[in-house]
């Protein structure tokens, strides 16, 4: 691959690695592997795997789509995957597009299938050769399995107009009985477990990510703005040889701390405010997630320390409750009482099993929530959020047990905690005028007003071991050791 960048003039470093494949950190028989194992979980069908489109702007730079990374480990735009299991025998193709040698000065993309097809274990053909196979597959009485190009699979419901779903979309109507179910769970059933070489690589992405939150602490003091905390954060990752942000980093002080995706950074740090710092690196293609909510002057107010240490609280019952086989729900359930009785505890709600009358869309209807007809439970409106998710090649990544059938954390789950309590100062506002909100809003008014524009979630990363369940992540969380790095950085 090297020789043929050089043969269009664009010479390489002699210890580069191949632009077109991921680094080493995967062993390349992994991918391999794992495609046979997608396999074997199919009778017989199609299995199609569609890569991320060429973007047509230059920022964000082009990163390959979760899954079609776990299978081939291919790193360019526009490629396909179509992988055949047929009375027992099976075979992949990986289709890319071919060399153009005018906009390859300018991005070094060299696609060679005889050197591809060595990197990869693929049968490699160019692009334009996938719909005569296409067609003859289509005429055959195998299923299709495609696998969602959504950019990420909580996406996929709303994104109708994916590569992969016209293409499908066309060869039904040209053949009518072409059976088609979805592919996701195939491979997302694998992605679940992570592999000792996945974990490895996990392992310093949040290595990394905890590097750039001690930098932050470090750094903030009022009058910064919320970019400039970023910055310190982002320059920290590719210092230390991260990808890219794993996701819009998240950085909000006062009010902006209630706002869970809140990614403007705009505004200025100021004495007597917090600030939530949801920001975690991507380091070959696998990131981290971290978050740590610090006071702006480098001490907690006693209303702040209320509220930051029921969520640590949260976390630690949460942690306690991890073993293999353990039933997601337990966990859950555990970080849940503890913050309803310490939102109790503040008087920010009337009693654990309080409910109020919430305006249509609020709040939604889940297990853990509330049933279909039933008013909504006060808690909810100051903790609105899941606790825990699967990390991997995608920052929501799927996990044992969020994607298997027994929901239970088992060894190989690498995943967050993440309670988190949030005081809206408007939090009151904009309810329906009945009777129990009038009573709700009465009893809580005072609360909410003392711990107003205080959002506090602290994050940590995880993974399942055969005993019990280890931190990953070792960015200062306690009071006293946030407390002690600020004080000990500020002027």
């Not at 391999?32 to 489109?53: E, I, P, Q, T, Y």
């Not at 995957?81 to 993309?109: H, W």
Request: with cysteine; net charge neutral; charged share 25%.
């Amino acid at each position: 691959m090297l020789a043929a960048l050089a043969s269009v003039g664009l010479a390489a470093p002699a210890d580069a690695q191949p632009a077109t494949f991921a680094a080493p950190s995967i062993p390349r028989a992994e991918y391999a592997a794992r495609r046979a194992a997608v396999l074997a979980r199919v009778d017989s069908g199609v299995v199609l795997v569609a890569g991320a489109r060429d973007p047509v702007v230059h920022w964000p730079p082009f990163y390959q789509l979760p899954a079609f990374r776990y299978l081939t480990g291919y790193l360019l735009p526009d490629a396909t995957l179509v992988m055949i299991k047929r009375a027992g025998t099976t075979r992949g193709v990986l289709f890319v597009p071919p060399t153009n040698l005018r906009t390859a000065l300018y991005d070094g993309r060299v696609t060679d299938p005889p050197t591809l097809s060595r990197e990869t274990g693929l049968d490699v053909r160019y692009i334009a050769q996938l719909d005569a196979l296409l067609d003859s597959l289509a005429a055959t009485a195998l299923p299709w399995l495609p696998v969602t190009d959504a950019q990420a699979n909580e996406f996929t419901s709303r994104d109708s107009l994916t590569f992969l779903r016209s293409l499908v979309r066309r060869r039904r109507m040209q053949h009518p009985t072409l059976a088609v179910r979805d592919g996701t769970p195939l491979v997302d059933w694998h992605r679940a477990k992570k592999s000792q070489a996945e974990e490895a690589v996990l392992r310093r992405a949040v290595a990394v990510s905890d590097s750039g939150h001690v930098a932050a602490m470090k750094a903030i003091r009022p009058g910064l703005t919320e970019y400039q905390v970023q910055a310190e954060m982002e320059y920290a990752f590719r210092r230390l040889g991260g990808d890219r942000p794993g996701y819009a980093s998240i950085v909000g002080t006062g009010s902006n701390s209630t706002l869970l995706h809140y990614d403007a950074g705009e505004r200025v740090l100021k004495a007597g405010e917090v600030i939530l710092m949801d920001v975690a690196v991507q380091l070959e293609g696998y990131s981290a997630d971290v978050t740590r909510t610090v006071p702006v002057t480098g001490r907690y107010t006693p209303e702040q320390r209320a509220v930051y240490e029921i969520v640590l609280e949260s976390q630690k019952a949460f942690e306690r409750q991890i073993k293999p086989g353990t039933p997601s729900a337990i966990p859950n359930d555990s970080a849940r009482r503890v913050l309803i009785a310490g939102m109790q505890r503040l008087k920010l709600i009337e009693a654990a099993d309080a409910t109020f009358d919430a305006p249509d869309g609020l709040c939604p209807v889940r297990p853990w929530i509330r049933k279909d007809g039933e008013p909504c439970p006060q808690w909810y409106l100051f903790s609105y959020h899941g606790y825990s998710h699967g990390i991997g090649l995608d920052v929501h990544d799927p996990s044992q047990f969020s994607d298997r059938p027994a929901r239970t954390y088992e060894e190989g789950d690498v995943f967050t905690i993440e309670p988190g309590l949030y005081v809206r100062r408007d939090a009151l506002a904009n309810l329906p005028d009945t009777p129990r909100n009038r009573a709700f809003i009465a009893s809580v008014r005072a609360a909410v007003a003392k711990y107003a524009d205080t959002g506090v979630r602290i994050e940590d990363d995880y993974r399942v071991t055969p005993t019990g369940v280890e931190r990953l992540s070792q960015a200062p969380r306690e009071v006293r050791d946030i407390e002690a790095l600020m004080r000990r950085s500020q002027p």
